[in-house]
Antibody
Framework: EVQLLQSGGGLVEPGGSLRLSCAAS????????MNWVRQGPGKGLEWVSI????????ESADSVKDRFTISRDNSKNMLYLQMNSLRVEDTAVYYC???????WGQGTLVTVSS | DVVMTQTPLSSPVTLGQPASISCRSS???????????LSWLHQRPGQPPRLLFY???NRFSGVPDRFSAGGAGTDFTLKISKVEAEDVGVYYC?????????FGQGTKVEIK
């Protein structure tokens, strides 16, 4: 059974940093690209970043470029999102998502507020 | 960026009646590899989205056959033949043909 178990998140002040983690199981993690998608309170879905399976190639939304870094550790089946210079508008539930948007983590809330 | 436009944004439906959601993209979603990476997702309140269809009309595992999807190029449709209570929530189309990936605004399906 595919599982994506997220951790991290919480309350942080504007300008602060946070790291999200996602532990994958039930599939050959290294073979698949992985995404982060977020959803602001009461809002729709916004794609954040993607990382290739073995290449490690990344793409990110302009709204987070140069502030957020997606990474992975295939030896540990782990996906990460390092979020720096956080802004109020980054407040959202963040989801770890499989390559085909077929599997989603449970989501973790990031609140940026003073 | 590819803009995904869904209509309607709200769809009150009677149980057992059909429902239909349209999704239009601002650019063709045909990838250079020949595939069209258009997916449909369903999100119930308080839950993560779940995949319904990928590459326009490929039904994901466990999706009931009362759901169908189709379209081509820039115009796509999701249909529910007979709405059931568990179908309430928000439906999103999304494209994974180009970066950045983009989602429609969402269509809220509720029971009348």
């Amino acid at each position: 059974e595919v599982q994506l178990l997220q951790s991290g998140g919480g309350l942080v002040e504007p300008g602060g940093s946070l790291r999200l983690s996602c532990a994958a199981s039930g599939f050959t993690f290294s073979r698949y690209a992985m995404n982060w998608v977020r959803q602001g309170p009461g809002k729709g879905l916004e794609w954040v970043s993607i990382i290739g399976g073995t290449s490690g190639d990344t793409e990110s939304a302009d709204s987070v470029k140069d502030r957020f870094t997606i990474s992975r550790d295939n030896s540990k089946n782990m996906l990460y999102l390092q979020m720096n210079s956080l802004r109020v508008e980054d407040t959202a539930v963040y989801y770890c998502v499989g390559d085909g948007y077929d599997y989603w983590g449970q989501g973790t809330l990031v609140t940026v507020s003073s | 960026d590819v803009v995904m436009t869904q209509t309607p944004l709200s769809s009150p439906v009677t149980l057992g009646q059909p429902a239909s959601i349209s999704c239009r993209s601002s650019q063709s979603l045909v990838h250079s590899d020949g595939n069209t990476y258009l997916s449909w997702l369903h999100q119930r309140p308080g839950q993560p989205p779940r995949l319904l269809f990928y590459k326009i009309s490929n039904r994901f595992s466990g999706v009931p056959d009362r759901f169908s999807a189709g379209g081509a190029g820039t115009d796509f449709t999701l249909k529910i033949s007979k709405v059931e209570a568990e179908d309430v929530g928000v439906y999103y189309c999304m494209q994974a043909t180009q970066f950045p990936r983009t989602f429609g605004q969402g269509t809220k399906v509720e029971i009348k």
